[in-house]
């Protein structure tokens, strides 16, 4: 456990120093990964771990209530069906890694490991659909994927990493245009109802797009530094990929048509943009919903007669209310206890001792606001759970209330350039939609355009560049 000092842990690089800096001590004193022999590869720790698997829990029930099945699929894929899909192919041949040998001999045919699904699972929809019966399918599936970065960082870009992807099949453009802003509001609702995260709905660019879709939108969310960060993405496929497969259908009408394709996806990203939303100078302040403990206990004076008895009759009612909730009665002080849990990011400690008891009350300490205050033990489960639900609203108040002071409108280059640089945050400006204008102000400034949120802003009639007619406002930013 690192030294305290003043109150703050004083081995983690404060965020005004070094941002990247704090967010590697963070996690790594947090216990959450650890790096692996593997380059670019980490290794999730039980309470990273512990995270993700709230995380998917959440997801896979709003998944199954939308009515999506999870399915599973090869981890290789053909060389023969990644090079169907030609734009599909040329947007992941960087990142690629191959498996070209099998125990001692060399293979056929050379077999990468999936980057993403689209190709594999395609390859099955042109066996599975042939009628307009068989539509829609609806599918999900859980796995790792493997892209191969040149400059790594946990959770936020890994070589190897846990994700889940949606895969649909449709009859119509309509159907799947549906579909694909359908799965994007559920990620909407998720990481503002479970993440605390507040997030910028629209769509990406052209250039921006995936690889092989019509279409992306996007889920953007600003971290702690005013940087972005794409939190999840949802993918109107068109017919592209149902044509490179083959994947037909008797349609009603007697006509064999071409179905029509979404995908959707996010990852274990999420746990870095929740790192870097709201964490601050002590470590880890972690939204109730995806704490792997949401409530620890720290008997006071735990050697005097009664409190661990105590201690622990409170751990039961808690836990019979269905909070998680630890005990800690390890033969450490309470303020060694207290830094640790403050480090890790639980978001309510309860501090019980003799006098207490005497009260009939403990102490219970918020993480997000470091508040401490008296509550009765009559009710106490019903109380913390009332606490978290606070905790939780006043996370995603604090995290909109920054994105919203870090937000500025540009009517011309000058604002844009003030935004950017004096800002250091989201800069929202009318745009041209032209690729090359893109990529001009990227190699300028050093940003990207995040996305064309649905909620359209007028701020005029030429773009903030190059002063073309303007098609869209676009939000713009520098990005992880």
């Not at 997801?59 to 023969?80: S, V």
């Not at 042109?126 to 859980?142: E, G, T």
């Not at 709201?278 to 735990?302: F, M, N, S, T, W």
């Amino acid at each position: 456990m690192a030294k305290q000092t003043g109150g703050f842990v004083e081995h983690i690089t404060p965020q005004s120093e070094d941002f990247s800096r704090w967010y590697t001590d963070v996690i790594k004193m947090a216990d959450m990964v650890d790096y692996s022999e593997v380059k670019g590869c980490m290794v999730i720790k039980q309470y990273g771990y512990g995270i993700w698997e709230l995380i998917q829990r959440q997801l896979d029930d709003r998944f199954k209530a939308t009515g999506h099945k999870n399915a599973y699929f090869p981890l290789l894929i053909p060389k023969h069906l990644l090079e169907k899909e030609a734009e599909h192919v040329e947007g992941f041949a960087p990142e690629a890694a191959w498996v070209t040998i099998g125990g001692k001999e060399k293979l056929a045919e050379p077999l990468c490991i999936r980057p993403t699904s689209e190709t594999i699972i395609c390859s099955m929809y042109s066996k599975w659909v042939q009628s307009y019966r068989d539509l829609p399918v609806l599918l999900n599936q859980w796995c790792n994927v493997m892209r191969w970065e040149k400059s790594t960082r946990p959770f936020l870009r890994t070589s190897e990493f846990l994700w889940q992807e949606g895969h649909t099949v449709h009859a119509t453009q309509e159907e799947a245009e549906k579909e694909t802003v359908r799965m994007l509001n559920v990620y909407r609702e998720f990481m503002e109802n479970v993440l605390a995260i507040p997030v910028i709905a629209g769509q990406k660019s052209e250039k921006e797009k995936f690889a092989g879709a019509d279409h992306t939108y996007t889920v953007e969310a600003m971290m702690l530094d005013g940087k972005a960060l794409q939190m999840g993405t949802s993918h109107n496929l068109g017919q592209n990929f149902a044509k490179a497969y083959d994947i037909q259908f008797l349609d009603r009408d007697g006509q064999l048509k071409y179905a029509w394709q979404t995908s959707w996806g996010v990852s274990t990203r999420m746990i870095g943009g929740l790192i870097m939303v709201h964490g601050d100078e002590r470590g880890l302040k972690l939204p109730p919903r995806v704490a792997p403990i949401q409530c620890v206990i720290v008997p006071v004076a735990a050697h005097k007669e009664g409190v661990l008895e105590k201690a622990q009759e409170l751990y039961d009612i808690l836990k019979d209310a269905g909070i998680r909730v630890e005990l800690d009665d390890r033969d450490q002080s309470p303020g060694w206890k207290f830094n640790e849990w403050e480090l890790k990011g639980v978001p309510v400690r309860l501090e019980i001792g003799p006098r207490d008891i005497e009260k009939g009350a403990c102490m219970l300490a918020r993480r997000d606001t470091c508040e401490k205050a008296a509550y009765p033990l009559e009710n106490i489960g019903e109380t913390v759970q009332e606490l978290l639900d606070r905790i939780h609203d006043d996370m995603l108040a604090g995290a909109l209330a920054h994105r919203e002071e870090r937000t500025f409108d540009a009517h011309n280059w000058e604002e844009f350039m003030q935004g950017i640089e004096e800002g250091h945050g989201f800069v929202r400006a009318m745009w041209c939609g032209e690729t090359e204008c893109e990529e001009a102000i990227k190699e300028k400034t050093g940003v990207t355009t995040r996305c064309a949120p649905f909620e359209q802003k007028d701020l005029g009639e030429v773009c903030v560049h190059c002063g073309k007619p303007a098609k869209k406002m676009m939000y713009f930013a520098k990005s992880y």
